[in-house]
Structure formats: C-alpha cells, structure tokens
C-alpha cells in the first residue's frame, strides 16, 4: 500500500511569506502528527490530528497551524516566516485512538528553507 | 517532562563490528519506546519498539531491551554494516498520548 506522501518535497521561501504544507497519510490511518527537525533543536512535536481534530498541540507559537481534513489529509501552514523556521517537517500517520500500541508510519518530509 | 538522552555521536566503527547505541529515558507511568532510523535525503523508519518492561524488539538484526529498572533501551547490533550508516533516533510514546519525543539522535558511520 502507498506510504504517507508529503508535497512538496523542497520549498524555498522569503521571510514574510506564509507556506502551506501537505501530508496524505496512509489509507485506513485517522491520526497524523506533524514534527520539526532542525539541527539544533533535533526533532519536536507540533500538533497532531485525529478525525478532524486537534488533539496534542506541542509549543510552537501560534503562527504554525494545521487542519486535517475528512479524508485524513493534513495540511500545516506556517506564517509570517522566520529565518529559523527552516527545517524538515515531518509527516507521520497512524490508525489512532488512545493507549493503542500501534507505529507511526513517517513521510519522507518537506525541505523549508527561509531566505 | 518526558525526556529521551542517547549518546552523543558520531560514532564510527569498521564493517563486521559491534554497535552499542545507549538510551535512557525520564517518563512517568509505562510508556512505549521505539528506535527510529534515518537515512540521508530520507523521514524516519521505525526500526523497532517494546511496549512493556523486558519486552526485545528486534528487526533486521537490531535489538534493543525495555529495562524499566534502569529506564533505558540501548540499541545493539553484532555486525554492522556500510548500509546500517544512518542517524538512529530513541523515542517515547506515553501510554496516555500519541506524541512521540525523541532523543537527540545518534550519527553512525560505518567504514569498509
């Protein structure tokens, strides 16, 4: 079965521009988690979805947001771009529900780069 | 908080040696732990995970051993390979939450 795809692969943007992310998880899978990996800070936990709705919010300032829709695809759009929001994002599916233990099924991630 | 500490990398070794790759954890309650692999260019693969105390997860000749005792999963592999060269990732899950935290990651280069 196809794996989580997550469009575009790079994207190169200009302080001040907002960027809109996408991730399509696998079929079947209700949950999709959204991380940042820099190299300083590694990778930390931006939010995740499950059946349209946030349900874990990492600490990220209000300018990263996300929504997932019917389907179980996830957009995430940061604004007002910083230089330091340059990193990879990451995508990662699961089928969801509490407590389960279920894996996480990771995109290969969208390449941000702020200029 | 939950927190994951690995070592530092990077950490070179010869084809055909034996890798050791520790991780400790702080967390309350029983959560899950995972080891994750990533490849240049690549997301992240989930390499193996235990669910409970002394639980093995192994995968592709990697082996990593929940030890509530010493709330660690140290990652070992008896004979590395040029293609096991990638960066690998400890992580926690909390039983109550799906978000996962991770370590700091472990560079691991493996020479001919």
């Known amino acids: 079965k196809a794996g989580v795809t997550q469009t575009p692969r790079y994207l190169i943007k200009t302080r001040g521009q907002q960027v809109t992310l996408s991730c399509s998880p696998i079929s079947g899978h209700r949950s999709v988690s959204w991380y940042q990996q820099t190299p300083g800070q590694g990778l930390q936990f931006l939010f995740e979805?499950?059946?349209?709705?946030?349900?874990n919010k990492g600490n990220f300032p209000g300018r990263f947001s996300g929504r997932q829709f019917s389907n179980s695809r996830s957009e995430m759009n940061v604004s007002t771009l910083e230089l330091g929001d340059s990193a990879l994002y990451l995508c990662a599916s699961s089928l969801g529900g509490e407590g389960a233990n279920y894996g996480y099924t990771f995109g290969s991630g969208t390449r941000l780069t702020v200029v | 908080g939950n927190s994951v500490t690995q070592m530092e990398g990077p950490v070179t070794l010869s084809e055909e040696a034996f890798l050791t790759i520790n991780c400790t954890y702080t967390a309350t309650g029983y959560p899950s732990l995972f080891w994750y692999v990533q490849y240049p260019g690549e997301g992240l693969q989930l390499l193996l995970k235990?669910?409970?105390?002394?639980d093995k997860g192994s995968n592709k000749g990697f082996e990593a051993t929940y030890r509530k005792e010493t709330t660690s999963f140290h990652l070992e592999k008896g004979s590395v390979q040029v293609s096991d060269s990638a960066v690998y990732f400890c992580a926690l899950r909390k039983a109550a939450g799906n978000k996962l935290t991770f370590g700091g990651g472990t560079r691991v280069l493996v020479k001919p």
């Open positions: 235990a669910t409970k105390a002394d």
């Open positions: 979805y499950f059946s349209e709705t946030q349900r």
